[in-house]
């Protein structure tokens, strides 16, 4: 949707800096200038963003495989792929890498006889096997059965993903799935796939957050990470709201 990509302009730290400094040279006032100087230091720093996204994180703890309840297909999220590598070398992976992970340590825990790798494809044609079918790869060579292991279409977002998940549950007749994605992207993914008439179990991986961690000096040193995952956490939020207005 065209306003769902046009959120992050008017709405993210960094939109709203470059609004707030056109602003400052149109009007030729100083205020704009310096607020937009504060939106980037205050979204810079760890002891903003580490609780932002250490809040999400936290909305659903991480879970031992081994203690995971049963059920009928273990879920696993697109997103962990990287710039397409050359033919012949290893994947490249992203960080999300660990959404695979844990969704094979689900497997070999014995938490579901499915495994469901979702076909994301967000690079606009530049990759030439989508995250399912790359995830899909790897569980072969880990050892999981052929027949073990679907995919659904391909996907280009949260909201299609969960709907591609439902067409199989109903086709496949499942009653409850184990849902594997990165732990600050778990609410909103968890909300629409539950939209979907979904049972699920969240399984969270991929923590930024550290639990228990103290604010500390360096907490309130600008870094180009802390803008990233501030702004990673804005759009979690945002995207959460969204969905439950428009759908």
Known sequence: MLLNKLLPVFALPLGVALLLVLWALWKRQRWPAALAAAVLYFSSIGAVSGGLIGWLETRHPA???AQAPHADAIVVLSGFQGPPAPPGQLPNWSDAVDRVEGG?????????PRLVFTGGRNSAGARTRSDGELARATALER????SAVLLTRDVANTA??????AELARRHGWRRIILVTTGWHLPRALAQFRRQGLD??????DF??????G???LDFVPRAESLWETETAL?????????????
Request: hydrophobic residues 45%; aromatic residues 16%; positive net charge.
């Open 215 to 217: 604010i500390r000096f």
């Open 208 to 213: 930024r957050a550290e639990p228990g961690r």
């Open 160 to 165: 299609e993903e969960a709907a591609a998940v």
């Open 143 to 146: 050892g999981v059965p052929e």
């Open 235 to 247: 759009r979690e939020c945002y995207g959460y709201v969204f969905y439950r207005l428009f759908g």
């Open 104 to 112: 094979l340590a689900l497997w070999r825990a014995q938490a579901a």
């Open 200 to 205: 699920c179990v969240p399984f969270p991986v």
């Open 63 to 65: 879970l031992p495989p």
